[in-house]
């Protein structure tokens, strides 16, 4: 942590010199806003020297709304985004921390650190430039200016920026490092060697430097020293899935194809969305006459990267050596759909359309590869760069998402988090006297009209009502407990709507959705103006909606074969609930409460299931209007924008989601706005 040592240094030295200055202007008043909101900074800037990104950034939101005026939070709060690949939020924040204090070089830094993995050099060099002038004894701004430099490839600038650093901090290990890898591209491998031992020798915690070795002497095919370099790094940290691979990739190349499998095996445990991983194992499984096998690791890997052409072009290889022509076929069709111009693709499908006797196609395609041969005078026309199976696979391996997938504690854009919309809102119980009653009443939203009633005298029983989208199932005995009392006050006041609320609720909480349903047509129909009956109504309509379209998924699925061209249509014709019911009840909601965002929300989400995304959008839009720090809407917002294809507006409310607490927008966020613009 040197470089955040560095940081809080310069911010020392920024804050005494303006200290005197600033007791001539602070009143009694604002003297309490600053320790508040200092103590959210400081709590703020231990998360972060701890990696807890995500607490970090709540701390210091309530840092920024306390006082928007200081720079600190906002450079911080920018200093966690960036750390959870929220590139765009990160920028925002630094923009205002460098509006408030344009003399802080690292705020230039980060902000040109942001636009690098963004791929917009170019402007980060002129970040870095900044960043420079006002800190030019600075040895961390030259290292990030070198990396991007070595990233345009504009290796010798690099080299002096790399030197530099290493003449303002000569133990700057990252300075060796990365001029290694410099001298590596320049094919200097013994150069390269000597300052990646240099980075070594001032660390030798440094994971990195072995992992980087280790790529270095595999490059050589020094492979049994490969595997030693990424095995000592495994000691420092055994949960990197790049680690794995590159063993494994050694051990290919060492016959040990065992070992090559295990390793692979553990990559897609740690991250199993990592398509090269399928790929290469696909590659294993085929030399090995293991094609069935092989099919299946290729369907992964064009489905998680659709756009990759060598995944289509070997899957149709396979289908070819299955005697599956036609799919092969189709495989071809997709490759070539991607890459109009390869030529290996139009042979092989005119050596199977000649196989299926259809003439006249094999003739074509035979003669449009002749003509792309003759274009490019190659064999199969594709750029030099993935031609070779090594450099096809440099190239994706760094492309490719090898991040720590399991890695606990901040970096939730790690971790493998299913992906779907936030769930509705309900009005459940708490009971006063539960030993969970704090935790749970943790979780509530406050709404008036809620607060109103349980502070009135029909809060009977112990029970109070609150709005949460948490609710956990009661215990069988508990259950029966709070029934009995209910059963019992129901029979006294049989036309209180409020007790066939309760016992409604009280069903859901055990999962007896009929029941349920029945205690909220009863609460409506005693009082047809009930809008906490409507909404809960809403969600059982809704919940039984949903039970009923899996089971009739489950149903229809044996009868449909999945080898068919419409059994697309099918499956998604299939997953579209019909929820018009729990949408007349939400319309019934918020005729009693127009102002009610949370019901707004609810609905956005069923529009949403149903894929009226327009709808959906213009529900949580209005939601927002009403509840501006509703963070489930700005998420399910950004959601149902990614569903569009609109990355540009969903990843602003995903920063917004997860800047307001929800963690899961920062998975999304790496995956689907780390290079949005």
Sequence with gaps: ???????????????????????????????????????????????????????????????????????????????????????????????????????????????????????????????YGAAIHRGPNNADIFVSRGVAKLQLKLYQSALADFDTAIILDSKNENAYLNKGLVLFELKQMDAALEEINKSIKLN?????????????????????????????????????????????????????????????????????????????????KTEEKNYLGAML?????????????????NKASVKSLLNDFAGAIKDYDKAIELFPDFARAYLNRSALKQKLNDEKGAYTDYLKAETIRDKYDQSDSLPAIIKDSTQLTKLIAFES??????????????????IELESNFIISMLAKDEQEYINERRKQYFVEEIAEYNESNLAQYKLAFG????????????????????????????????????????????????SAERSYLEAVKLDPTFGFAYLNLANVAYLMAMQNIEKAGEAKEEFINKNTDDFKNQTDQLNIPDLKKAIQYYDMALQIYPKLGFIYYNRANLYSKMQEYMKAINDYNQSLVLQPNLAEAYYNRGLTLLLLQDNVSACPDLSKAGELGINNAYNVIKRYCSNTK
């Design 401 to 418: 998402d090898f991040n720590n997938a399991n890695v606990d504690g901040g970096r939730i854009q790690f971790k493998n988090v299913y």
């Design 297 to 313: 690791d290729y369907d992964k890997v064009t489905t998680i990267n659709p756009t990759n052409i060598y995944g289509y072009y």
């Design 467 to 514: 709005l949460t989208k948490e609710v956990s199932l009661l215990q069988p005995l508990k259950a029966k407990e709070i029934l009995n009392r209910l059963e019992s006050a129901l029979a006294k006041q049989p036309n209180n709507p409020y007790n066939h609320l309760y016992i409604g609720i009280l069903n859901e909480r055990i999962g007896n959705l009929p």
């Design 204 to 284: 030798y915690l440094n994971k990195s430097a072995y992992l980087r070795r280790g790529i270095l002497n595999f490059e050589l095919k020094k492979y049994e020293e490969a595997i030693f370099d990424f095995e000592l790094s495994m000691k420092l940290d055994d949960t990197d899935p790049l680690l794995y691979f590159f063993r494994a990739m050694s051990r290919y190349y060492l016959k040990d194809k065992k070992g090559a499998y295990e390793d692979y095996a553990k990559v897609l445990e740690l991250d199993p969305y990592n398509a090269l991983t399928y790929y290469n194992r696909a590659i294993l």
């Design 1 to 127: 942590m040197a470089i955040f040592d560095a940081i809080m240094k310069q911010l020392f030295s920024f804050r005494h010199y303006f200290f005197l200055a600033l007791l001539l202007f602070i009143s009694s008043s604002s003297v309490f806003a600053q320790v508040n909101t200092q103590r959210f900074v400081a709590m703020g800037r231990t998360d972060l020297f701890n990696d807890n990104y995500t607490e970090a950034i709540k701390n210091l939101t309530i840092a920024v709304q306390a006082n928007p005026e200081k720079f600190e939070p906002y450079f911080f709060r920018g200093l966690a985004k960036y750390s959870l690949g929220d590139y765009n939020g990160a920028i925002e924040d630094l923009n205002k921390s460098i509006e408030i204090n344009p003399y802080f070089s690292y705020s230039f830094m980060y902000r040109g650190l942001c636009k690098q993995q963004q791929k917009k050099f170019h402007e980060a060099l002129k970040d």
